[in-house]
């Protein structure tokens, strides 16, 4: 099989506020699409999965690298690519037939061949009797049938999805994911390959022929893996279990090498890793979600599979992957080859009474989650205990794009307020040492 798209040491970076710096996407990444394959880019939030896509499709450049298609260098859209987005796209003021003929009247075909290629289109989706139908009429996997529909009229040599079923509901995104992959199948889809973004693992498993795993911080090509399945891919056999099962244990252990690996490690950060508190990202959990896993674990008994514990919670893979890296980063619980162990003080935080958890939660924030110490010690050593929140901000802004550095500052905070280590005042927006702490 020869490529059709290849990144080639692509990296991305965007401007921090003021002028403070650069936020790398992408570092070094290799990409590569061959002709009469599905490919799923799977990771987790923060890995540049769709800045990725994107750059590919040519709808952004990157900052350094370059992208190569049909043997060509990308430098504006890709025509050899039609897109599936996750928000649909439709344009609400035409009807089915009208979104779906957009791409062919964009490259100048006459009305009667847009008719005829839309028709089918449609009916490939199964929506005919819709076509003269607007998208407030429709539900959202009819909508998302239609953003199929207007990808496939142009036949692209490469389909990019982008999420394509995550804002579905899971009975629907389960039957359009089917259809999809039946059509693939069976030799009747109208591209010649498909690149699918996805933090999905059972999806990529179901759907791709090749699963590219990328890393966070920022984003690179940990590794490639191969799904040595016939198709159509029979979710009860034994290797899909194993291959969904392994791809959880790379999920959940950032530095595991992952076998059959088929691109280039990415070249280390320049100037090493920075000590700074500010720099270690904070997972977006509630404590009380925490405390959540934890119980079941209990329940459960400890040595939970990884792959099991998802399925059990019925969580989107990101979700459930930020609330088990938190009861990690806190020293509550372990992953070790695909399975969970709780540790003791994980045991004791689920089952203790309240004050005694926020007594050991205070001591766990302040021995390994630095930027909630840094905070607590920063307030200690004010005369009046009390600091602007825009100090804090300030910091984080060195280190993350704006809106990222709110979230990390609201999640430090929930912390420190549930460890009684600071409060916040929202209206002022200043924190306080906590009376508890400030006597301690």
Known sequence: MSDLIRAVDVSKFFPLPEGKGEFTVLD??????????????LGRSGSGKSTLLRIMAGLIPPSSGSVESSGRTVDGPNPDVAMVFQSFALLPWLTVIENVELGLEARGLGRTERTKRALKAIDTVGLDGFESAYPKELSGGMKQRVGFARAFVVEPKVLFMDEPFSALDVLTAENLRGEIDELWNAGTFPATSVLIVTHNIEEAVFLADRVVVLGTNPGHVRGTVTIDLPRPHDRNAARFRELTEYLYNVMTTPD??????????????????????????????????????????????????????????????????AILDAAVLLHFAEVSEGCVTITPAGRYFATATIQDSKTLFRQQVLEYV??????????VSKENKTMKADFFLDLLDEYYPAAEAKAQFNTAIEWGRYAELFEYDAVEERLKLGEATAAA
């Open 256 to 321: 595991m090498p992952v076998a059959s690996a088929e691109a280039t490690p990415a070249r280390p950060k320049s100037g090493g890793e920075t000590r700074s508190p500010f720099a270690r990202p904070l997972p977006h959990v509630r404590v009380g979600t925490i405390s959540g896993l934890l119980e079941l674990i209990v329940d459960m008994g400890t040595g939970q599979e990884v792959a099991g514990l998802a399925e059990r919670l019925a969580l989107p893979v990101d979700d459930f992957l």
């Open 370 to 379: 630095p930027i909630v110490a840094t905070i607590t010690r920063t307030l």
């Open 28 to 41: 070094g990444v290799d990409v590569r699409v061959d002709a009469g394959e599905v490919v799923a880019l």
